[in-house]
């Protein structure tokens, strides 16, 4: 089980406290996550320790606090990335 893939979904709404986990899982399901995120050009960030503390979290769960400072930082270069695509 080592080498198969894993994947966690996140979703950040400015209204709630922290980002929420709204897809997790492994193999076929982190495959089939990754290739949704691709279809629909969500941005993908390759982190093995971030997903396999993140994959602990409950789907609809808010990440724990000794994980915002690791998901901030994506969420900035995200913004980032979405900025340089608008021309901003």
């Known amino acids: 089980m080592k080498n198969l893939k894993k994947a966690v979904a996140l979703k950040y709404e400015a209204a709630n406290d922290a980002p929420t986990v709204t897809a997790s899982g492994v193999g076929k399901i982190a495959e089939k996550i990754l290739s949704t995120a691709d279809e629909n050009s969500v941005p993908i960030v390759y982190n093995k320790e971030l997903v396999n503390m993140l994959s602990n ?26 900025r340089e695509q608008k021309g901003g």
């Open 57 to 82: 979290v409950d789907i609809g769960e808010s990440i724990p606090e000794e994980l915002y400072e690791a998901v901030a930082e994506i969420l900035a270069y995200v913004m980032d990335l979405d």
